[in-house]
């Protein structure tokens, strides 16, 4: 599959643009200016890019830790999406979901479940509404490798595999499940061999380089909207960054994560962008200060914008309307 110059540009910019976003969250939240938990993606920025870079209006997707990512590729204004991480009443959720909770239908984000994996059933679910009602629609699964050993994970393939569901699995290894190394909970080497069990594709994908992720989820996702049914892809990647901000990480070594810092998918994906002709030096200057004043709008925005009033607070607790999906 060739990826066109245009495409190309345009996964360059959302990493860059959600690179600022979570440095300025990371800074907030050091200063005391959000309340709550920040988990960065920093240095995994090429699995949500290059995955959710092949849906389109009518298709779902489940919010994890490349959700900052996934939500600009889907076109959601910083504006809103600020005012949701400080609680302000424009956010998709009305304030009520925050940085974590974060979810907007309408651009076809589920949300994020508490629960590790608990979202791997619940897109099956949609991927079967999707498919018994004929949408064309499909929907992308983001999980971890801890998640990946949750029994919900093998009942969701199984059943995906079964009914031949739109859905592609999307694993983004980033070696840590909190503090546990990969290796100290999980007995494989690779989680993309759990597909054979359910007779479905297992592709294993290098998670840092966004052109490979795009490539891997494109095959995936015209399967998937074929009806051939489901693929498992594992994007083998690090977690450079603590499981949150303020993590210790007295887990791992320093040296560990310097390695993977030479691998940081931005820098990567810069070089590849300038050597193709994609961007020259002096663009990356100026989207980098357009992308600057963006965020720093969209935080001046959220910071005047209303809290929710107590009258919302018993609001969208029990579904009101149908499903759109
Ligand atoms: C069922 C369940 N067990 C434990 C937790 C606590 N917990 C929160 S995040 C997390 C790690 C998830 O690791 P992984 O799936 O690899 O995703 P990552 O955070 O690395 O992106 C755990 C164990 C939880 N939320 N749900
Ligand atoms: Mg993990």
């Known amino acids: ?163 031949k569901l739109p859905v592609v699995f999307m694993c983004a290894n980033n070696q840590y499940s909190v503090s546990t190394k990969f290796s100290e909970h999980t007995p494989v080497e690779n989680i993309a061999d759990r597909a054979a069990s359910h007779a479905m594709p297992g592709v294993i994908v290098d998670g840092n380089d966004v052109e490979a992720v795009y490539q891997a989820v494109g095959e995936a996702v015209a399967r998937a909207r074929s009806g051939e049914g489901p693929t498992l892809i594992e994007g083998k990647t690090y977690r450079i960054r603590g499981h949150y901000e303020g993590d210790p990480m007295s887990y791992r070594s320093l040296d560990e994560v310097e390695e993977w810092k030479k691998k940081d998918p931005l820098d990567r994906f810069t070089r590849r962008c300038l050597e193709l002709n994609v961007v020259s030096r002096e663009e990356i200057e100026r989207l980098r200060d357009v992308f600057q004043r963006e965020v720093d709008e969209a935080v001046l925005f959220a910071k005047e914008a209303p809290y929710p009033s107590p009258d919302d607070l018993l609001k969208d607790v029990f579904m009101e309307e149908p499903a759109a999906y």
């Open 1 to 163: 599959m060739n990826i066109s110059l245009e495409t190309l540009r345009g996964m360059f910019e959302a990493m860059l643009k959600s690179r600022l976003v979570e440095e300025k969250l990371i800074e907030m939240l050091a200063r005391g200016e959000m309340l709550g938990l920040v988990h960065s993606t920093i240095g995994q920025e090429a699995i949500p890019i290059g995955a959710t870079w092949h849906l389109r209006d009518g298709d779902y997707w489940n919010a994890a830790r490349g959700h900052i990512q996934s939500n600009i590729v889907r076109g959601m204004d910083l504006k809103r999406m600020f005012a949701e991480f400080l609680g302000k009443k424009p956010g998709p959720c009305g304030g009520k979901g925050g940085k974590v909770h974060l979810c907007d239908p309408s651009i076809g984000n589920l949300g994020f479940r508490g629960c590790q994996g608990a979202f791997i059933p619940l897109c099956c679910g949609v991927a079967y509404a999707q498919k018994s009602k004929k949408t064309g629609g499909i929907t992308m699964c983001f999980f971890g490798d801890g998640a990946s050993n949750q029994g919900v994970f093998y009942e969701g393939l199984n059943l995906a595999s079964l009914h």
